[in-house]
């Protein structure tokens, strides 16, 4: 079982979550699909959900929060880096051309968190763990197994991230492809938006770790989810895309291993 039981280093994806309207649909769905474990939190934190693998947390899911005439977010996953001042972090998101969302802010005795949106356009969150590290299963069957920037400003890109800790690096046997990397360990990856369609804007795409890729999407179809991207082979594994029922577009990927990961 691949668990985490020592604190992220800053600039590693550490966390994901969810934010959809009907938080127990998704419980539901993600419960199916993956065996996640899961339920509506108290109201003093929100009624946030820390969905749990093997009794462990993995994710956590979330009814969207919009305030008073403001348009509700649609439907997304958001992966959260670790940090070890989020205060700092957010400063120097603001200082390289990126936006804050969510200001750092206090969640009970767990952390600090922050949103932002990268100068790209890319949302992702950031995290500084206090009682909370974030998860603690990793790259196995129902668990985040990579992170990826897909971006419409790769130099851009790899300049704001490197003032968050991670550095950039040409992913070997895959040309356009870059590796995001954390104290020279690869953490994740980073390419431009040459093969996505046209219009698709900056983001952050989490992929999930599932042992048969293609019975994974027969399944999500069956409970009324939607692919993006069948299912294909590629270096890294056999993937692809999809969105659950409410729209919240993840990846799916039964991987294999992957040299220099």
């Known amino acids: 079982m691949p668990e985490v039981t020592e604190r992220y280093e800053p600039g590693v994806p550490c966390w994901v979550d969810l934010m959809v309207p009907d938080q127990q649909a998704a419980l539901d769905f993600y419960k199916d699909l993956f065996g996640w474990q899961g339920e509506i939190g108290p109201p003093e934190s929100g009624g946030y959900s820390v969905c749990t693998l093997h009794d462990k947390p993995v994710a956590g899911v979330m009814a969207t929060m919009a305030g008073e005439g403001e348009a509700a977010p649609p439907p997304a996953w958001t992966m959260y880096l670790a940090t070890d001042d989020v205060d700092a972090a957010a400063h120097r998101v ?22 932002a949106e990268d100068p790209t ?8 763990a206090k009682d909370f590290k974030g998860s603690q299963i990793v790259s196995e069957h129902g668990a985040v197994v990579w992170s990826e920037l897909n971006t419409s400003g790769l130099d851009e890109a790899k300049s704001f991230y490197r003032n968050l800790g991670i550095e950039t690096t040409p992913m070997e046997g895959a040309p356009g492809y870059n590796g995001l990397a954390v104290g020279g360990r690869t953490v994740g990856g980073m390419q431009g938006l040459e093969n996505s369609p046209p219009g698709t804007p900056s983001h952050w795409i989490t992929y999930f770790a599932i042992d048969d890729t293609d019975s994974a999407v027969d399944a999500l179809i069956r409970r009324d989810g939607s692919v993006l991207v069948p299912p294909y082979d590629m270096m890294a594994g056999r993937m692809a895309v999809v969105q659950d029922p409410q729209g919240a577009v993840f990846a799916l990927i039964k991987p294999v291993p992957m040299q220099n990961a």
């Open 94 to 115: 603001t200082q390289n051309g990126g936006t804050m969302i969510v200001e750092p802010v206090d969640v009970m005795d767990l952390g600090r968190m922050a949103v």
């Open 121 to 128: 356009g890319a949302v992702f969150g950031l995290w500084q």
